[in-house]
Structures are given as C-alpha cells and as structure tokens.
C-alpha cells in the first residue's frame, strides 16, 4: 500500500458534490451504491463538440452504457468540449488503493475497422484529489496508440441496458483503467478529466467513472 500523496484533511463531496468534512483515512468496504459518480464539484465546457451537455450532470452519473467495440455510444455521453474539464465526487465514500486498478473511466472510443491498434480515441487527461482542490495527474503525454495512461481510448462494452458484464470489473467493463499506486497514492475521493486539446478539435465524451476499490470512512 502506498503512502498518502495528497496532504489536507479528510475533506469530502455529497451526493450534490458539495464539499463536506470529514476526519481519518477510509478502510476498503463493500458497496452497493456510490459506484458510480454522484455528484460534479466543478466543470466547463469547451467550444465545439456539445453533444448531451443539455442533459449534464445527469448522463455522467450512474454506470456506462457502452456500445462495444465497433461503436461509439453518443446517446450516454457528454462532450466535455474543446478543452473542457469536469470533477466528480462519489457521495460520502473514497476510491482506495487495491490490487490492480482502482477506477475506471468511460468515454465512447472504438476501433476503427476492428483494429486494436486503431482506436477512435479522444483523450482527456486523469487527475484525482483528496479534498477537491489539490490534483494530481497521471501523465497524459502520448499522442499515438499506445496513448498509456490517457483516457478516452479504450472501448466500452458494459451496458446493464444489453449485458450482465460487471461496470466495475476492469477485464470485463472496458473503458480506461487507472491504479492509484502509480501516483504513490492511498486513497482520493475525486475524479478530474480534462479535455486534451487537440488540431482536429475532437472533444472526450464522457459516459462514467466506476470505483473498482470503495473505501469507507
């Protein structure tokens, strides 16, 4: 388990995305609910793309609804626009370092003719926080396949609307999957994605964030 890397106390978000207090470290803890984002501490929306951001915060709460590898769901997703940002909060419990992955983030990428090596990918770059002011990134440098810890290129396929595959499941739900001991992290409570601007001005559709590691207080 690694160090906690964020410095403050214990601050939290409700199920507005209201900051809220609160004291000590979580214990990891099994969920039913708060899974899923609850609530949005800030954003801002880009120019350009504007797809379902008549219908934010709403469409980035709840689990994803991906459309499998050949497809790009635009009917669960909200474009962050052309540099756009958005941060999440799970209600009342944190996301805590376990094995393997710790989150993941769902945006709405393909693959362009079946091809692994050729995903439709509109990035957007991770950061994480204790107490919603202070973030951390995981580096979002590559600007080709692989685009390593860049979201906004990997598939969805889970979909409780069309199969019982686990959202919170990193081998089964798709999507981009982040570990937080790469960032020496034990726990946050916050999720941040920003839109990586880019020359063909595509925008990071957002559909999720799941928690794999809950952790309670």
């Known amino acids: 388990m690694p160090a906690d890397g964020l410095g403050g106390g214990g601050a939290g978000g409700d199920s507005t995305g209201q900051a809220s207090g609160g004291a000590g470290s979580p214990e990891p803890c099994e969920l039913e609910d708060h899974l899923f984002a609850t609530g949005v501490l800030a954003h801002a929306f880009g120019p350009g793309q504007d797809v379902g951001q008549d219908r934010f915060p709403d469409l980035v709460f709840g689990a994803p609804e991906g459309a499998g590898t050949g497809a790009g769901s635009t009917a669960h997703v909200v474009s962050l626009g052309d540099g756009g940002f958005v941060e999440l909060s799970f209600g009342q419990n944190a996301i805590v370092d376990g094995p393997g992955a710790d989150f993941i983030v769902f945006e709405n990428a393909f693959l362009v003719g079946g ?27 590559r600007r080709e396949y692989p685009y390593g810890t860049c979201a906004g ?25 982040f570990d937080l001991a790469a960032l020496d992290l034990a726990w946050v409570r916050y999720v941040r994605i920003d839109d990586i601007v880019d020359e063909q001005e595509l925008s990071f559709d957002l559909d999720a964030v799941a928690v794999v590691h809950p952790g309670c207080f």
């Open 115 to 141: 091809d692994e090596e050729n995903p439709y990918a509109e990035l957007g770059q991770v950061s994480v926080s204790r107490d919603g002011s202070d973030w951390v990134a995981f580096p979002c440098t």
């Open 153 to 177: 290129w990997h598939p969805v396929v889970a979909n409780p609307e069309t199969n019982d595959l686990d959202p919170t499941d990193p081998a089964a739900a798709g999507g981009d999957a």
